[in-house]
């Protein structure tokens, strides 16, 4: 993948990065499990139609501000040694191309995605520092995970079957999952189509719910854009102020009938997240963390500093220290490691 290394000339507006963005956007790279970051451009073009896109030199030839960035990145991989493949996370998303097509092919609710019913649930798992690995719905195997999410699945796979009735750990499935057969009609049994030993629920109707209306959840955070009727012998965990419920569990298997605003995706992260007794980080505003190779790395999006609280499994900070500033990076060592 391109990396820009500055501003670039695509968009309506192109805002220059803040001093040090280059850098955290290669430690990012490199903490997720990049073995190159490759720049787009070398030098800035002083002709045709690109020649507003950055480079890491300028159009004379002299060293752009990411120039000293990306050297500097350099001399720290080589500081820490940082290599290998990245480590099994605890918690794993399963994304599906058919699905993101699926719900462009029939919305039903106007503003309601897949890509970003995706990223509503990873982003309530990232803000803990939680690390997630991304699966394929050929995944056949769940195992070594203590959360599974599956958001708004077009179709069930042969092999996500096996997995779901073969995993132990807690599973998260999304609304829409299963509303479809591959080719793209109602199953029989309806949503989320999946046998009633492992979740005894069938979505009776859907309600989609224009953009400026939501339903308010009891004890916290709303419903919008896409709301499911279901029938179930499930435990109702959650449910909202007209009595619908939100989100049913049957053992360790959940499912959510609806769409969330950030407040209740984030309870329920934070709900399964205590159920499986995962351990957490304490990250200020803005700042990201992720594992590999013996450290974790952080870096700081905000544009002010932040202040780090160091965890209890890191022996020290290699690289930077509690105090991060803007687009800043700290590395610290974990104690487990060699």
Do not use: C
């Not at 479809?180 to 109707?205: C, E, H, Q, Y």
Request: aromatic residues 10%; proline residues 7%; charged residues 20%.
């Amino acid at each position: 993948m391109e990396q820009q290394p500055g501003p670039v000339n695509w968009a309506k507006f192109n805002p220059d990065p803040l001093p040090g963005m280059a850098r955290l956007w290669a430690w990012e790279a490199f903490a997720h499990g990049a073995e190159v970051v490759s720049y787009f451009r070398w030098r800035q073009a002083p002709f045709a139609q690109e020649q507003m896109h950055a480079g890491l030199l300028r159009p004379d030839s002299e060293p752009a501000p990411a120039y000293s960035e990306a050297s500097q990145v350099a001399e720290e991989l080589k500081l820490t040694g940082l290599d290998g493949p990245v480590g099994k996370a605890r918690v794993a998303l399963v994304f599906d191309y058919d699905s993101e097509w699926a719900w462009e092919v029939q919305p039903q609710a106007q503003g309601f995605k897949h890509g970003a019913h995706v990223r509503d649930i990873y982003a309530a798992f990232r803000k803990h520092g939680v690390d997630i690995d991304i699966l394929s719905p050929k995944t056949k195997s769940f195992a070594g995970y203590d959360i599974v999410a599956i958001p708004a699945l077009f179709a069930w796979t042969e092999e996500l079957r096996e997995a779901v009735a073969a995993f132990e750990g807690h599973l998260l499935i999304g609304p829409r999952s299963g509303s479809k057969t591959k080719n793209f009609s109602i199953p029989a049994r309806l949503g989320p189509d999946l046998s009633p030993n492992l979740l005894d629920a069938r979505v009776m109707r859907v309600d989609s719910i224009p953009a400026h209306v939501s339903v308010t959840v009891k004890g916290g955070g709303s419903t919008r854009l896409w709301r499911e009727k279901v029938e179930t012998r499930g435990e109702v965990v959650m449910e909202d102020n007209e009595g619908v419920p939100v989100l049913i569990s049957q053992g360790k298997l959940f499912y959510l009938t609806a769409s969330g605003d950030r407040a209740l995706m984030q309870r329920i992260a934070d709900y399964l997240i205590a159920e499986a007794d995962l351990p957490i980080l304490s990250l200020p505003a803005g700042v990201r963390a992720r594992s590999r190779g013996g450290y974790r790395i952080y870096v700081n999006y905000s544009a002010s500093a932040a202040t780090l609280s160091p965890a209890s499994d890191e022996s020290g900070y290699v690289i930077g220290g509690t105090e991060v500033p803007a687009a800043g990076v700290t590395v610290a060592k974990l104690a487990t490691a060699g």
